[in-house]
T-cell receptor, first 112, second 113 residues
Framework: GAGVSQTPSNKVTEKGKYVELRCDPISGHTALYWYRQSLGQGPEFLIYFQGTGAADDSGLPNDRFFAVRPEGSVSTLKIQRTERGDSAVYLC??????????FGAGSRLTVL | GESVGLHLPTLSVQEGDNSIINCAYSNSASDYFIWYKQESGKGPQFIIDIRSNMDKRQGQRVTVLLNKTVKHLSLQIAATQPGDSAVYFCAENGGGSNYKLTFGKGTLLTVNP
């Protein structure tokens, strides 16, 4: 596609529920990244994929967070047992090689 | 810990004026810096980047200055337009990979017509 596509754009869930956030990167981009942006803050790194594998997941806050990219294109960020503190905008970005990251519009997650 | 911060959380300018957004960084290992613009409801959009072997880099209406001595970064926008109104973030790589960026809190730029 022309840009990084993220769905859903908004997700409201209840504490304790499971959520999945999807990212469709720019066609041909081998690298994919997830960042999280809390209100009034800059984005924070979560995880980086090169192809199908997670090359760096050091930013995932705990084991409730998991991400996959089974075919090296679309990625899904999965959050188990959601907590109110997980409320944020989850941004996905992709890049070609070591080039600049192109971000999507994000998925706004609200945990009630 | 190491961090990237901004001197001014908000900046209001008149249309046509030049804007300067400042950023202080504390990680001396950082060798790559980047400015992003974020409009409401959108993801960050790349503006310009600079490597530590440079002091200045120019783009279209934008200039980034890097002062490694005082660990300071600035973004200059010439002839600011209403469409420039947004939150501007500086980010650094901490000396590591360029994908693992540490972002500052952002500066809100408001351009008055």
């Amino acid at each position: 596609g022309a840009g990084v596509s993220q769905t859903p754009s908004n997700k409201v869930t209840e504490k304790g529920k499971y959520v999945e956030l999807r990212c469709d990167p720019i066609s041909g981009h081998t690298a994919l990244y997830w960042y999280r942006q809390s209100l009034g803050q800059g984005p924070e790194f979560l995880i980086y994929f090169q192809g199908t594998g997670a090359a760096d997941d050091s930013g995932l806050p705990n084991d409730r967070f998991f991400a996959v990219r089974p075919e090296g294109s679309v990625s899904t960020l999965k959050i188990q047992r959601t907590e109110r503190g997980d409320s944020a905008v989850y941004l996905c970005a992709s890049s070609s090689g070591a080039n600049v990251l192109t971000f999507g519009a994000g998925s706004r997650l609200t945990v009630l | 810990g190491e961090s990237v911060g901004l001197h001014l959380p908000t900046l209001s300018v008149q249309e046509g004026d030049n804007s300067i957004i400042n950023c202080a960084y504390s990680n001396s290992a950082s060798d790559y810096f980047i400015w992003y613009k974020q409009e409401s409801g959108k993801g960050p959009q790349f503006i310009i980047d600079i490597r530590s072997n440079m002091d200045k880099r120019q783009g279209q209406r934008v200039t980034v200055l890097l002062n490694k001595t005082v660990k300071h970064l600035s973004l200059q926008i010439a002839a600011t337009q209403p469409g420039d109104s947004a939150v501007y973030f500086c980010a650094e790589n901490g000396g590591g990979s360029n994908y693992k960026l540490t972002f500052g809190k952002g500066t809100l730029l408001t351009v008055n017509p």
